[in-house]
């Protein structure tokens, strides 16, 4: 027999989606993988029923329902400031994974570098090696996760193709200034290099922290691939719905690249969520004020409990700091959590490409009673894991 791929020979599992499979096997609330307990707003589960019964059941056009483009064109255009059109600037897609992948394998070649900021979502690495390119890191410093703009500029000095932008970011919930925005702008023309954004959680923003669309920079609409889901938003996981949003002549091969990834996303819900899409500015406001309450619930309760954290700017998830255990593995950390106190949560360092390993990943989109009771089950953390 022939070897395998010696390009995927390096990948683990998810350790994200695995500290699920840990918690469910111990009866562990799982603050892990980051999806809600709670159902999404009525208005798309009662369309979801009425689609059931109506003709949405067949292939929809390859890069996107009609109705569902246009009804994403005009929400996005609100909140991005722009026209978009939804014919030629729009590629509908399996959740925002195959979003950057269509987006990643859209401008690299094989050897091309690619600069990912770290922490990262475990899915840039696997994206860069899966084109064939090469990832440079650039670390964001802990506990503000503040890049030095030397070393960043040292990263574009190597000719990288592109560079990977999730804002507001996951794990560490950084929300990235204006002008941090600015001279990554800066860089990008300076050295012509593409930007491809992660998005998903631009809704999800806690004051006086705001959310700039990279792509509504001066300059950077042609250069920059928008990569986003309506996960989070509207808390639906599991319906899979993302999309890139790019100038015409980027998105005409986004386009033919998902199409020969995915084929297309699923008819039935893009139809059953065009309602969400034309939510009134309330809704992203009540979304706003839900996840600082949860936020706040969730940090105070550490704060009671006497753990330290970094405090999120944006997204749904806090690092927590485990330094003071005295375990040399957070991997051996995380299972012990999940075993002993009976939470889940994500060993920090599947984040980081330095060697960190003195965090966990909690995620916080859950019901009121969940995070109570994930804090009652913290509260003897110290007498459990001692």
């Known amino acids: 027999m022939q070897d395998l791929s010696l390009r995927t020979a390096g990948f683990t599992d998810s350790v994200i989606r695995r500290m699920t499979r840990i918690s469910n096997r111990y009866g562990a609330v799982n603050l892990s993988q980051g999806f809600p307990d709670f159902q999404p707003p009525r208005e798309i589960t009662e369309r979801l029923k009425q689609v059931a019964d109506e003709d949405f059941h067949q292939y929809s056009i390859t890069w996107g329902a009609p109705g569902f483009r246009k009804a994403l064109a005009a929400k996005q255009k609100r909140f991005m400031g722009r026209d978009i ?105 300076k050295y012509d290099v593409f930007v491809i954004t992660d998005e998903v959680y631009e809704h999800i923003v806690y004051e006086p922290n705001a959310h700039t669309y990279f792509a509504t920079l001066p300059g950077m609409w ?12 509207y808390s639906i996981t599991g319906w899979r719905l993302g999309y890139v949003i790019a100038p015409p002549e980027i998105t005409e091969r986004v386009k033919k690249v998902h199409d020969f990834l995915t084929v297309g996303a699923a008819a039935p819900l893009q139809e059953a969520v065009i309602p969400a899409l034309e939510f009134p500015d309330s809704y992203y406001d009540g979304l706003r004020a839900t996840y600082t309450a ?30 003071s255990f005295g375990y040399d593995s957070d991997l051996r950390f995380a299972e012990d959590l999940a075993r002993l106190v009976g939470v889940g949560g994500v060993p920090g360092s599947c984040f980081f490409r330095e060697n960190v390993n003195n965090f966990i990943r909690f995620h916080f989109a ?12 913290l509260s003897d953390i110290r007498k459990k894991l001692h």
């Not at 042609?222 to 938003?233: A, F, V, Y």
């Not at 619930?297 to 927590?320: E, H, N, R, W």
């Open 366 to 377: 859950k019901r009121e009673e969940t995070l109570n009771e994930a804090l009652n089950r």
């Open 294 to 323: 949860k936020r706040d619930l969730f940090l105070k309760g550490l704060d009671t409990i006497g753990c330290s954290y970094t405090v999120p700017q944006g997204a749904y998830y806090v690092l927590m700091d485990v330094s």
């Open 85 to 189: 059109d939804p014919e030629s600037e729009i590629t509908v897609t399996c959740g925002s994974t195959e979003a950057m992948m269509a987006a990643m394998m859209t401008v690299v070649n094989p050897g091309d570098r690619v600069v990912i900021f770290s922490p990262f979502y475990e899915n840039y690495t696997a994206d860069t090696i899966l084109s064939g390119a090469v990832p440079l890191y650039v670390p964001l410093v802990p506990p503000e996760f503040n890049f030095d703009p030397e070393v960043l500029e040292d990263a574009f000095r190597q000719h990288p193709k592109a560079l990977i932008l999730c804002n507001p970011s996951n794990p560490c919930g950084k929300v990235f200034t204006r002008a941090e925005l600015e001279y990554i702008a800066f860089l990008a023309e």
């Open 222 to 233: 042609h250069r920059t691939l928008s990569c986003s889901s309506l996960s989070k938003t």
